[in-house]
């Protein structure tokens, strides 16, 4: 069912959660929330979870995405989807904490979805959306991770024939053995040290940027390119990469790791994410759009070398790939857990012991399995990016744009007269329908590029 029961004393019309007598009713959970979800975390846990699932190497596309916007649109892109992007998964953490604290505790999107929507949209629209988003998110890490060991690879051996699919392959290995921890939870102290390594390799794309622009003596060119159709549309796309950069898609989840009384723990758990965001996100994507202006690439780790040769030590270029690629895989593995419980309710017994045969055997095939796909799939496409962008916009813009003002309204019913109906209406509206421009925007692209793609091709 994906709930537990909560009993306490009688306080109104709710039940308070008695800590010293909170009783989780073990019967009531599947093997997925059993196993995957278990409720055990601390808020600094959460945190860790949240940082890693938001600040991942996306955000190293931001300075691209100021290419399309230019400074006044960039910046204010930037801090809209902060406010919005905090103020949204705040309204989720109220609806799960509200409806923990009435007794039942939901534990996953679908079943906030079941219970506030309807069975048919909890099954047939937000379990569907989510898991392809979630997936999607581990191919395109896959794929990524790829493409930075072969960026290693070329500096160290420039004349080197290895291909993108066998770095891909590679990459999929650490998947493999990562995948294999056994719960959501389990990740806390790899996130943990993920949350270090982003602020690394951000130190690092900021540091490096500011190093070449001082260093450069062409002059920087801020102009939007293309004629007004391309700008157009280039503004969608750009607000498309900001959106999914924002984007987590698993904030019911992650609440699910915290142990219960749950009242609080998330909004302090979103502050330390957001901490890291304002000093990440800020800054490389100024820094990389001031040293590099419209030539700034779709990863700004990309302008650090130019025709084979790096524009900063080459120990430093490796280092930053390194940091990258290891959070890469803290990202992949934190986007599996919605496919590691679908799995593990179909496949495990919650009357077995979790690390009983019975269970531990098909939680290792299943597990590998979805590892050994979505690697295929990264290395059979390489241009998942443009797939990734259509996959946002048709995903992160309803899970954690429009969504969470909906279900806020419908839980708590503000009075159509108050200010956080309407702003949560309009919130529902406007991303709506940019969610709607930026998949057309999504598919032109796709039609564009469809004409370079090639199966396993070595870009």
Request: hydrophobic residues 45%.
């Amino acid at each position: 069912m994906g709930t537990i029961a909560v009993h306490g004393e009688e306080d109104g019309n709710y039940k308070v959660p008695q800590p010293e007598n909170l009783h989780i009713q073990k019967e009531e959970l599947d093997a997925g929330a059993l196993f995957v979800l278990k409720s055990k975390g601390s808020w600094i846990h959460c945190g860790y979870h949240l940082t890693t699932s938001i600040v991942a190497p996306p955000l190293l596309s931001l300075p691209y995405a100021f290419t399309f916007l230019g400074w006044g649109g960039g910046i204010s892109c930037l801090i809209i989807g902060a406010f919005i992007t905090f103020y949204s998964y705040n309204l989720l953490s109220l609806v799960l904490e509200h409806h923990a604290h009435l007794g039942h505790r939901q534990l996953r999107f679908r079943d906030m979805a079941n219970h506030t929507l309807g069975p048919r949209w909890g099954r047939y629209y937000v379990g569907p959306i989510q898991f392809t988003v979630c997936y999607g998110a581990v191919v395109a890490s896959t794929l990524l991770g790829g493409q930075c060991m072969k960026a290693i690879y070329l500096l160290s051996n420039p004349n080197g024939t290895m291909k993108l699919y066998e770095f891909v392959i590679i990459f999929g290995c650490l998947m493999l053995m990562l995948a294999q921890l056994p719960s959501f939870h389990s990740l806390r102290h790899i996130n943990l040290i993920s949350l270090l390594l982003c602020l690394a390799y951000s130190a690092c794309a900021t540091a490096g940027s500011v190093h070449i622009g001082n260093s450069s003596k062409e002059p920087k060119d801020y102009s939007v390119n293309g004629d007004t159709e391309d700008r157009v549309f280039g503004i969608f796309n750009a607000i498309a990469i900001i959106a999914t950069t924002y984007g987590n898609g698993i904030i019911p989840e992650i609440q699910a790791t915290i142990a219960a009384p749950v009242k609080g723990k998330m909004f302090k758990g979103l502050c330390v994410c957001y901490s890291v965001v304002s000093v990440t996100f800020f800054s490389v994507a100024i820094s990389g759009y001031w040293a590099f202006g419209n030539q700034a690439e779709g990863l700004i780790l990309s302008n650090f070398v130019r025709n084979g040769k790096p524009l900063v030590p080459k120990w430093f270029v490796l280092m930053t790939n390194i940091f990258t690629i290891l959070q890469l895989s803290a990202v992949a593995v934190v986007y599996l857990q919605p496919t590691n419980e679908v799995l593990e309710r179909t496949f495990a017994d919650p009357e077995s012991k979790e690390f009983s045969a019975r269970n531990v055997i098909p939680r290792v095939f299943s597990r590998s399995l979805s590892v050994i796909i979505a690697t295929t799939i990264a290395a059979m496409l390489p241009f998942f990016g443009d797939i990734n962008s259509l996959i946002g916009a048709f995903g992160f813009m309803p899970l954690d744009f429009i969504l969470p003002a909906v279900f806020f309204n419908l839980t708590f019913k503000p009075s159509k007269k108050s200010y956080i109906f309407w702003l949560n209406t309009s919130i529902a509206v406007v991303f709506s329908a940019l969610g709607v421009i930026a998949a057309i925007a999504a598919v032109r692209q796709i039609s564009l590029d469809a004409k370079t793609y090639r199966l396993f091709a070595n870009v």
